[in-house]
């Protein structure tokens, strides 16, 4: 049985064999309007979600399945009675064909995965991971640069809690000359097992102490929201914010993405320039989303 459960599971094989469906998908979206008749999808939200659960939920229609639904399955589900995650599981696979799952534990989806009798898909699991999140942000760039190769990334904001992070970062590795740079608050620094990750795969992970150490040819600047739900204590607001001064240092090539919700880490003045992708790059969940779906359920 095919899982979605972390970005780890991909090579780099894998991920063109994806980007290509999706690729596909984007161009005839009505060969694939049928693909699911028949198939159930269970989407099970333990957090707040909008853009990976509605765009699940809308790959979901546009392949032709059906949707059931725990609507808040953190206070709704039999979760707040006591049950645990694996007997949802062992109950709610016998009810659909895939799971599509969000949890607060970072082990929750190899948990499900475990006593599950369908495809889990993970929509995010604690701080740990969100492999599907890290797909369409490596889809995007690919259909910037049209390769991944030689990529440099700057990673920008909640490098500790943020899973989108920690996916893209292992995803980056299966590729050639990448380059990564840092720049958060202290607080918020990338903890040390990620940082020997991509120095086991070569990459040197330089931290920076300010935008001005960013070079100003980087291909990508990374921003991502402070977890705060995730920590107790207060440590504040974004500090690093790209706005149109900060853009202009970078080159024209240079592309801001941001998995979103944003907060106050990049302003909307800068919504309208070309190279701020990050609602094209919510919107390439779709075709992620629908692919990954296709190859799950053996439709692909
Ligand atoms: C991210 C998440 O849930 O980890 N959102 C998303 O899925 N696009 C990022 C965040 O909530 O800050």
């Known amino acids: 049985m095919k899982h979605v459960l972390r970005s780890g599971q991909f090579t780099r094989e894998s991920l063109e064999e994806l980007f290509k469906l999706a690729d596909d998908v ?175 795969h070569g990459i040197d992970y330089k931290v920076c102490k300010s935008f001005d150490e960013i070079p100003k040819d980087v291909d990508v600047l990374y921003h991502t929201r402070i977890q705060a739900e995730r920590f107790e204590g207060d440590f504040g607001k974004e500090e690093y914010i790209i706005n149109k001064e900060i853009l202009n240092q970078f080159s024209k090539d240079t592309i801001i993405l941001h998995p979103l919700p944003r907060v106050n880490e990049i302003s909307d003045d800068i919504d309208d320039d070309p190279r701020a992708m990050y609602f094209k790059q919510a919107h390439n969940g779709i075709p992620i989303r629908m692919s990954l779906l296709l190859q799950v359920l053996n439709k692909a």
């Open 26 to 200: 984007k161009l005839n979206p009505k060969k694939y309007a049928d693909s699911l008749d028949g198939k159930i999808v269970s989407v099970m939200f333990f957090e707040p979600s909008t853009r990976t659960r509605m765009s699940f939920e809308s790959a979901i229609l546009r392949l032709g399945g059906k949707i059931i639904v725990t609507e808040n399955a953190g206070s709704n589900s039999s979760a707040t009675k006591g049950e645990t995650l694996e007997d949802t599981i062992r109950v709610l696979s016998g009810y659909c064909d895939a799971i599509v799952m969000r949890h607060s534990r970072d082990d929750a989806a190899e948990v499900a995965a475990k006593v599950s009798s369908v495809p889990i898909l993970n929509a995010g699991s604690g701080k740990g991971e969100h492999p599907t999140q890290s797909l369409l942000d490596m889809y995007t760039i690919r259909e910037k640069r049209g390769k991944i190769d030689g990529v440099k990334v700057a990673i920008l904001g909640d490098l500790v809690y943020g899973r989108t992070i920690h996916s893209l970062l292992t995803l980056l590795c299966l590729y050639d000359n990448v380059e990564v740079y840092g720049l958060s608050k202290e607080a918020f620094a990338l903890p040390e097992k990620y940082i020997t990750m991509l120095k086991e």
